[in-house]
């Protein structure tokens, strides 16, 4: 694969060989580091997946002319060079992995500082597994790392989808045991058990839908999202704006942002490579005032999204942003009330960014990968699955996440809280709609909604649907184009043409 090759072709010289290296505790938590920073590859958080993979679904489309006819507008081909790269950044993260988990007991170091390096790599080799099999489905699993390139180390046939959903689940809970509680942490840029039990709620909830149907898995996602719940040390920002000017901001809010990709500078000095794309790819295009930060704005949302806002929920203006700048210097200029494909997503606001200058090519935003936002949703969703309806909790639970839209009191402690937005009496098909509209309220653009919509089997559904709105109102041929290339092979994407003529016993995609 090219992930073992690339990695296993090289002269010692050019890489952290085993043979010479993994001598130390601080050469275990380098290695670690190297394999935190997949996260940060251009082919995932840092460039493709902000809005340039068709990730968002039916929230938004791509409308950026350097991406037509690719996967960014569901013009899939098995030579897509996004997907190969995503599929590259994962494999070699995988490796890195495995190569330090192979060499992790070498040093002679404090046992409790190695067991958390240990559970942190298991959990982000499992994340990178969870990327790979919920995009791809049957993936190749590999768990130790290749003892050489030649041709027969890396002739590696694909995984059921179910087992590597397993496996995931397996590393992910031994994991849960090695990492520390996020407030011995502090911070988000690290696995915490937070982070390992949200994941596997997610994880639960992935194998619960389509196309593994393992309907036993949604109490374990209930009862994996109750322990970030129970652990009282997670509630919700009273502001939902300021979530995310605290991403452009490198200020930590452990309380709500979970676990989130970190990003640093500005592109420029000694570690350029440090920052990523998030609010320059995904943010309120601007291409002209270099004081409010450069934006390519490749990411619009729907009349879908805009409209699933009630009256008074802050969420809206926030997350499919009014207006556009316009000029240098940059006037905030409102689109007309009719151009709602128009809309920019405007989570990540560089105007909010700290540090300066504001350069065009990269940007300090971090990026989301957990909220407890999310959590609540998931344990709502679960419990009503369970229960075969929502208790009294999943109405607290999916009620709190709407308060704080709304901009009320989140609990019933605070003296102006009232429940005028909460939702009460649906029953179990009501509140599973009530809920999934809920998320992509709560979460749009965030790069969940394909993953949701594959689960709960309406993708092509959901996608027909916003095109048929497209061919009416939008007023661009990009969301026109997006929505009406999407077919049911889009479910997940092919095995990149390049893998299979490297590895002779992968199998094409069905379909592709």
């Known amino acids: 694969m090219v992930s073992c090759q690339g990695f296993l072709e090289k002269r010692p010289e050019d890489f952290l060989s085993p043979a010479n290296y993994y001598e130390t505790e601080t050469h275990l938590n380098t290695a670690l580091n190297g394999v935190y920073s997949t996260l940060t590859k251009g082919g995932l958080y840092a460039n493709h997946m902000l809005g340039r993979m068709g990730l968002d679904a039916d929230e938004g489309y791509n409308l950026y002319n350097s991406d037509l006819n690719t996967v960014s507008d569901y013009n899939v081909v098995t030579t897509d060079s996004k997907i190969l790269a995503y599929w590259v950044a994962l494999y070699e993260g995988i490796n890195n992995a495995n190569v330090l988990l192979a060499n992790i007991d070498r040093p002679i170091m404090d046992e409790n500082k190695r067991e958390q390096i240990r559970g942190e790599t298991l959990f982000l080799r499992a994340y990178y597994y969870l990327m790979l099999v919920s995009r791809f489905g049957d993936v190749p699993l590999i768990l130790n790392p290749a003892p050489s390139a030649s041709p027969e180390h890396v002739q590696i046939p694909r995984t059921p989808a179910h087992e590597v959903y397993e496996q995931i689940l397996q590393d992910m809970e031994a994991s849960s045991h090695l990492v520390p509680d996020i407030v011995e942490i502090g911070h988000g840029g690290r696995v915490s058990k937070s982070a390992v039990w949200g994941i596997m709620a997610r994880v639960c909830l992935y194998m619960a839908g389509e196309p593994i149907n393992d309907v036993t898995k949604y109490e374990q996602a209930r009862n994996w999202a109750e322990k970030v719940i129970t652990s009282g040390y997670h509630k919700l920002n009273a502001s939902f704006s300021q979530v995310f000017i605290n991403y452009a901001q490198d200020l930590y809010d452990i309380q709500e942002s979970i676990w989130e990709v970190e990003f640093w500078g500005n592109g420029s000095g000694l570690y350029p490579s440090n920052a990523g794309m998030v609010g320059r790819n995904n943010g309120i295009g601007n291409t002209q005032d270099e004081s409010i930060g450069y934006a390519v704005g490749v990411l619009r949302g729907t009349r879908w999204l805009f409209e699933l806002y009630g009256s008074g929920d802050t969420r809206r203006d926030w997350t499919m942003a009014p207006f556009r700048y316009v000029g240098n210097p940059g006037v905030q200029t409102n689109w007309a009330s009719s151009a709602i494909y128009n809309r920019y997503c405007g989570k990540w606001r560089r105007i909010h960014e700290l540090v300066s200058p504001r350069l065009a090519a990269r940007t300090p935003q971090n990026y989301p990968l957990l909220r407890y936002s999310d959590v609540l949703l998931m344990y709502a969703e679960a419990d009503n699955y369970v229960n075969n309806g929502p208790s009294a909790l999943a109405y607290e639970y999916i009620n709190q996440v709407r308060r704080r839209g709304y901009g009320k009191p989140i609990d019933s402690s605070d003296p102006d809280f009232d429940t005028s937005v909460d939702l009460a009496d649906l029953d179990q098909d009501g509140f599973l709609k009530e809920l999934q509209n809920e998320r992509s309220r709560e979460l749009a653009f965030e790069c969940l909604r394909k993953s949701d919509l594959v ?58």
Do not use: C, H
């Open 455 to 512: 689960r709960w089997g309406i993708f092509i559904k959901r996608m027909k649907e916003v095109m048929d709105d497209a061919m009416n109102t939008a007023s661009t041929t990009q969301a026109k184009t997006y929505y009406t290339n999407a077919s049911e092979r889009d479910v997940i994407w092919p095995i990149p043409s390049y893998e299979l003529g490297i590895n002779k016993k992968l199998v094409p995609t069905p379909g592709w």
